[in-house]
């Protein structure tokens, strides 16, 4: 079973949880062949963006259950790899999309949280049931914290309760929520604006979403002066600009 499936075409590479079986959980076998999908998708000149699916009416049931019960001591559990695939999704040097036409629970929410844009469909259903289990939602904070409003983080982590995709939306843990039938067209949307961006500008970008800030003022605006002057006098930034003034499209996009 190759329990993550990937296509590229058009500057777009879905990877997608194929073990509906399962309901998708988080294997170890799954989050390595996710690791191995990344890391190709990271090094392949025609993958622009990357968009995070699932085949079954499942998008992720979380780490898989199964296999942390059956593990003996020494074992590397699937939270403990899952550690690694989210730090992999949040560094990716590439946008990442998540579509979420189905549930997801626990683990598969930091899938979600690492993706730098998530849409589901308005009827999916979200819920962090660690605190059910007996355990706590660890991992997956470093992902989905940075996301969700104070507040209703304390409400969902300590309740557990089921919410839905609106309510994710309100809440910052996914982007947009949709009706089901234009799930495909909103990914779609967002792909078709990503794909216009200079691939080191986005990396950039992303990297300056992710910056921690400088006590001081003045030592922030200057790392950022520095920061934008390097893009201006990049290749690839002067081809930017001079795109925009001859009014055609960049090298880049095609």
Not at 7 to 20: E, F, I, Q, R, S
Not at 66 to 85: N, S
Not at 139 to 154: D, E, G, K, M, N
Not at 165 to 191: N, S
Request: glycine share 8%; proline share 5%; net charge neutral.
């Amino acid at each position: 079973m190759d329990l993550v499936r990937t296509a590229t075409g058009a500057g777009v590479t879905t990877l997608t949880l194929d073990n509906p079986e399962n309901r998708n959980a988080l294997s170890t076998a799954l989050l390595r062949r996710m690791l191995d999908a990344l890391a190709a998708s990271a090094a392949d000149p025609d993958s622009r963006v990357v968009v995070l699916s699932h085949t079954g009416p499942v998008f992720c049931s979380g780490v898989d259950l199964k296999e942390t019960a059956a593990a003996r001591p020494g074992d590397k559990l699937p939270a403990e790899m899952l550690a690694d695939v989210l730090a992999a999704l949040w560094e990716f040097p590439k946008p990442v999309v998540a579509r979420i036409g189905g549930p997801a629970r626990a683990g598969g929410l930091g899938l979600i949280g690492a993706a730098d844009i998530a849409v589901c469909a308005r009827s999916v259903t979200f819920a962090f049931t660690e605190v059910r289990l007996g355990v706590i939602p660890a991992v997956i904070s470093s992902t989905v914290l940075p996301r969700l409003a104070p507040r209703a983080a304390a409400e969902l982590y300590l309740t557990g309760d089921v919410f839905d995709g609106t309510r994710a939306a309100e809440v910052g843990l996914v982007t947009a929520a949709v009706a089901e039938e234009d799930l495909d067209a909103a990914v779609a949307a967002y792909c078709a604006s990503l794909i216009r961006g200079g691939p080191l500008a986005l990396a950039g970008t992303k990297q300056l979403l992710r910056r921690t800030r400088s006590e001081s003022i003045r030592t922030d605006l200057a790392d950022l002066a520095q920061r934008s002057a390097g893009y201006f006098k990049s290749a690839e930034g002067r081809e930017g600009v001079a795109a925009s003034r001859e009014r055609r499209d960049p090298d880049w996009v095609r």
